[in-house]
């Protein structure tokens, strides 16, 4: 079965970087879209980024643009989110998810906390 494993979170003051992972199984990981979201308490879950099944296209949302990037490693089944810069607004809980013929897989999460 698909599972999706969120690692590389923790607490970083503003300005700071981090770089989460998401390690996939259960699906032909490169041949999928892989895409990142981010939930912060009391707040709707929000796009982040995206990247296509092999990594020539990527997106990111306008506001993380310039700040963070989508990557994957086909051989390690493995998607990356490289977050630079980082501000106390980048708080929340960051997700790996999959949309596999009609159902969207969405990992644990992994929680980033940006303050001083």
């Known amino acids: 079965q698909v599972h999706l494993v969120e690692s590389g979170g923790g607490l970083v003051q503003p300005g700071g970087s981090l770089r989460l992972s998401c390690a996939a199984s259960?699906?032909?990981?490169?041949?999928?879209?892989m895409n990142w979201y981010r939930q912060a308490p009391g707040m709707e879950r929000e796009w982040v980024a995206e990247?296509?099944?092999?990594?020539?296209?990527?997106s990111v949302a306008a506001s993380v643009k310039g700040r963070f990037t989508i990557a994957r490693d086909n051989r390690d089944d493995t998607v990356f989110l490289q977050m630079n810069s980082l501000l106390p607004e980048d708080t929340a809980l960051y997700y790996c998810?999959?949309?596999?013929?009609?159902?969207?897989?969405w990992g644990q999460g992994t929680q980033v906390t940006v303050s001083s």
């Open positions: 990247i296509g099944p092999t990594g020539a296209y990527t």
């Open positions: 998810s999959v949309w596999i013929t009609g159902t969207n897989f």
């Open positions: 259960g699906f032909t990981f490169s041949r999928q879209t």
